[in-house]
Nanobody, 125 residues
Framework: QVQLVESGGGLVQAGGSLRLSCAAL????????MAWFRQAPGKEREFVAA????????YYVDSVKGRFTIFGESAKNTVYLQMNSLKPEDTAVYYC??????????????????WGQGTQVTVSS
């Protein structure tokens, strides 16, 4: 069984930075794509960023481009989300997700088979 474990959330002032980490624990897990999603109170879970290990392709939602960076180590099944210039609207629970299959719709929740428990990020104004 594979478990994704996130860490690194917290409270930060607007303009500050945080780095989220996600590690895959358990049986051998060779992910094809790993991603970060977030869910703000009263809103649906939305795509934030993804990394496809094959080709090192990176994808971001427009609202975080230039501020967030996804990176990691495929051999260790570890992915990070470096968040800079944080805004109050970035406040949400952030979830790590992974899949062992190629799926074109990297931005869709349905494309991921494994999820972490989430970590809270709160940005104060």
């Amino acid at each position: 069984q594979v478990q994704l474990v996130e860490s690194g959330g917290g409270l930060v002032q607007a303009g500050g930075s945080l780095r989220l980490s996600c590690a895959a624990l358990g049986r051998t897990f060779r992910s094809y794509t790993m991603a970060w999603f977030r869910q703000a109170p009263g809103k649906e879970r939305e795509f934030v960023a993804a990394i496809r290990w094959s080709g090192s392709n990176l994808y971001y939602v427009d609202s975080v481009k230039g501020r967030f960076t996804i990176f990691g180590e495929s051999a260790k099944n570890t992915v990070y989300l470096q968040m800079n210039s944080l805004k109050p609207e970035d406040t949400a629970v952030y979830y790590c997700a992974g899949t062992t299959y190629y799926r074109a719709t990297y931005y869709s929740r349905a494309s991921y088979d494994y999820w972490g428990q989430g970590t809270q990020v709160t940005v104060s104004s």
